[in-house]
Antibody
Framework: QVQLVQSGAEVKKPGASVKISCKAS????????VHWVRQAPGQRLEWMGW????????KYSQKFQGRVTITKSTSASTAYLELSSLTSEDTAVYYC????????????WGQGTLVTVSS | QSALTQPPSVSGSPGQSVTISCTGN?????????VSWYRQSPGTAPKLMIY???NRPSGVPDRFSGSKSANTASLTISGLQAEDEADYYC??????????FGTGTKVNVL
C-alpha cells in the first residue's frame, strides 16, 4: 500500500534551517509529484510547493520563494523540504502529500513532522 | 496568495445535512474543476474526500457530495454521523500553477 513516512520532530533556533524527508513506498516514486503543506498550531493548511519526481522540476508558493527548496532522491524514493531563515512563525506541522496529477488533488499524506522554532 | 474563504463552523444533528461553502476569485478557480476537499481529525493528517469538484475517491461514502457554481464550491454531508465531526478544507489548483487551501470549517455534530 502507498505510504509516505516523514522524518522526526525538529527543534531549531531562529535563523537556522531545517530539512525534512518524506520516504515513499508502495508505488513507483517517479510517477507522482510530491507536495509539501504546513499547518501552524490551530491554523489552516498552507501549500508550500511541489516537485515533479520524474524530472525534479519545482514550483513554490510565492510566500516561501527564496526560503524554501524541495529536492528528491530517486534512488531513495525520498523527497526533501528545506526551509531557511526560520522564525517562530515557522513553527508548524509539515506534511508531504502525493499529488494525483490529472486531478490536481493530494491523494496520500505523510504523518507530519513537527518543527518547533524557539530560542 | 490569500486563502479561499470558508465559514468557521457549521453544525447539524445526526441524520441532518450540512453544507460548507468555499469562495475564491477567478484566479483561484480558473476555468477548470480542480477543487478538492479534505477532512482532518485532531492530530491526524488530512484525508481526501472529494476531487474535481464532485468525485469521491474509492472508500468515501456517498453521503459526501460536492458542487461548484462560479467562484463558490460546496461540500454537502448528508445523513450526518458523529464520526463526521472534524475540520474540513477545500483546495483549488490556481491559474498560477499553484495551490491554495481554504480557511477551514469545523463541523459540529450536535
Amino acid at each position: 500500500q502507498v505510504q509516505l513516512v516523514q522524518s522526526g520532530a525538529e527543534v531549531k533556533k531562529p535563523g537556522a534551517s531545517v530539512k525534512i524527508s518524506c520516504k515513499a513506498s508502495g508505488y513507483t516514486f517517479i510517477t507522482y509529484a510530491v507536495h509539501w503543506v504546513r499547518q501552524a498550531p490551530g491554523q489552516r493548511l498552507e501549500w508550500m510547493g511541489w516537485i515533479n519526481a520524474a524530472n525534479g522540476k519545482t514550483k513554490y508558493s510565492q510566500k516561501f520563494q527564496g526560503r524554501v527548496t524541495i529536492t528528491k532522491s530517486t534512488s531513495a524514493s525520498t523527497a526533501y523540504l528545506e526551509l531557511s531563515s526560520l522564525t517562530s512563525e515557522d513553527t508548524a506541522v509539515y506534511y508531504c502529500a502525493r499529488g494525483w496529477g490529472p486531478h490536481n488533488a493530494f491523494e496520500f499524506w505523510g504523518q507530519g513532522t513537527l518543527v518547533t522554532v524557539s530560542s | 496568495q490569500s486563502a479561499l474563504t470558508q465559514p468557521p463552523s457549521v453544525s447539524g444533528s445526526p441524520g441532518q445535512s450540512v453544507t460548507i461553502s468555499c469562495t475564491g476569485n477567478t484566479s483561484d478557480f480558473g476555468s477548470h474543476n480542480r477543487v478538492s476537499w479534505y477532512r482532518q481529525s485532531p492530530g491526524t493528517a488530512p484525508k481526501l474526500m472529494i476531487y474535481e469538484v464532485s468525485n469521491r475517491p474509492s472508500g468515501v461514502p456517498d453521503r459526501f457530495s460536492g458542487s461548484k457554481s462560479a467562484n463558490t464550491a460546496s461540500l454537502t454531508i448528508s445523513g450526518l454521523q458523529a464520526e463526521d465531526e472534524a475540520d474540513y478544507y477545500c483546495s483549488s489548483y490556481t491559474t498560477s500553477d499553484t495551490y491554495v487551501f481554504g480557511t477551514g470549517t469545523k463541523v459540529n455534530v450536535l
